[in-house]
């Protein structure tokens, strides 16, 4: 499987952006797709993931409410809706895929990793 994300870019608090991920190869290898974040000087968090089959979501505390995952099977494509931006939502954004059936939060469970993409949100 091969990801390429891109939307990053830079804001000021209070906007939106919208960042996707491409996939492409085999499909069952992404079962499960989700968006981490790596803010500077600390470690990969777990921030959205979708399951493909049904639907389900899972969100990190932080940004429920504020962000949204979804998925467009028919372009292999998944989005990170990104609204009400806070400065500590600065990061560099990547998405990942897995062939489980469950949405894990560790970063160890994903083996399949996109490039990132650099979101700065500025007070």
């Known amino acids: 499987v091969q990801l390429q994300a891109s939307g990053g870019g830079s804001v000021q608090a209070g906007g939106s952006l919208r960042l996707s991920c491409a996939a492409s190869?085999?499909?069952?290898?992404?079962?499960?797709m989700a968006w981490f974040r790596q803010p500077p000087g600390k470690e990969r968090e777990f921030v959205a993931g979708?399951?493909?089959?049904?639907?389900?979501?899972y969100y990190t505390d932080s940004v429920k409410g504020r962000f949204t995952i979804s998925g467009d099977n028919a372009k292999n494509t998944v989005y990170l809706q990104m609204n009400s931006l806070k400065p500590e939502d600065t990061a560099v954004y990547y998405c990942?895929?897995?062939?489980?059936?469950?949405?894990?939060?560790?970063?160890?469970?994903?083996?399949?990793w996109g490039q990132g993409t650099q979101v700065t949100v500025s007070s």
């Open positions: 990942a895929a897995d062939d489980s059936m469950i949405i894990f939060t560790s970063t160890e469970k994903y083996d399949y």
């Open positions: 979708l399951r493909w089959s049904g639907g389900s979501t």
């Open positions: 190869g085999r499909t069952f290898s992404r079962r499960v």
